[in-house]
């Protein structure tokens, strides 16, 4: 009975084929006792031994490797959520990640953005291209809107925009701890290839980042607060906090507050008379 209780993967495996339909794959509905996919259709499904995948279910299996979990997840068309589930009650971590380009944001979304009149707010990926944005960012930040999609990647423009240090107080300390930031997001995502070429890019035309680049140092994002100087309404103080987009671990959300209520009025009414 306690082999059974501890067997968490076991009743996991056998709950997720028994909600599929056999039919959907091409097995024939006759002589079925019970609901979903057979042991061996899985087994079959997944390459893998029908005897061992029945030992895996009765927890007698061994420890599997990530290439079967991944054929496995595969077998049983788990989603992103369920295999990440899988790899954690299979190996006690999540799967190594995998850099996907982002799909576009949903409606819902974007009016969350829409509805923060008065705090910058940008979703970027996990190689920090800028997908969506509110009316506040494209006036405090940069205007992505006037700029092409592979344009918008928030390093590319902190260090080739050259009016970006004329209007950061601190540019230098930040841009390190941008830098460090977005070596671990990279890393974090497995998305170090997917941008090979953009810090090469980056490397060539900003001395400041291969620099930087070279020291390898990492930091989280998380909270904090950014010093800028704007053309129209000059030097404010404001309150970054990073989010990651529930459901979609390939986005992130950031968030800049007003760090007073002065700030956040001046913003609401550049906000009010500004047209798109």
Do not use: C
Not at 196 to 213: G, I, K, R
């Amino acid at each position: 009975m306690a082999q059974e209780e501890d067997n968490g993967l076991g009743r996991y495996l056998k709950d997720r084929r028994g909600k599929l339909d056999p039919a959907a794959f091409g097995f024939p509905l006759t002589r079925r006792r019970t609901p979903g996919l057979r042991r061996e259709e899985v087994a079959l499904r997944a390459n893998v031994s029908a005897t061992w995948y029945t030992w895996l279910e009765q927890g007698r299996g061994g420890a599997p490797s990530v290439d079967v979990l991944d054929r496995i997840s595969r077998a049983l068309v788990l989603t992103p959520a369920e295999r990440e589930h899988l790899f954690l009650i299979a190996q006690d971590r999540p799967p190594k990640a995998k850099y996907t380009v982002p799909e576009a944001i949903s409606d819902q979304l974007q009016r969350v953005l829409d509805s923060l009149v008065s705090s910058p707010a940008v979703i970027r990926s996990a190689i920090w291209d800028v997908v969506a944005w509110n009316r506040a960012a494209t006036l405090i930040l940069s205007d992505y809107s006037a700029m092409e999609p592979g344009e918008r990647n928030i390093l590319r423009i902190f260090f080739t925009d050259p009016r970006i240090p004329n209007g950061m107080l601190d540019w230098e300390q930040e841009a390190r701890f941008m830098v460090a930031a977005f070596r671990a997001d990279v890393a974090r995502a497995g998305a170090s290839q997917a941008t090979t070429e953009l810090v090469a890019q980056l490397s060539a035309a900003s001395p400041a980042f291969a620099a930087m680049w070279q020291d390898n140092e990492v930091a989280s994002y998380g909270e904090g607060h950014k010093n800028i100087v704007t053309g129209v309404l000059g030097p404010m103080t404001l309150e970054y906090a990073s989010f990651t987009v529930d459901g979609r671990p390939d986005l992130g959300l950031m968030i800049y507050t007003p760090a007073s209520r002065d700030v956040a009025s001046r913003i609401a009414q550049l906000v009010a008379a500004s047209t798109y």
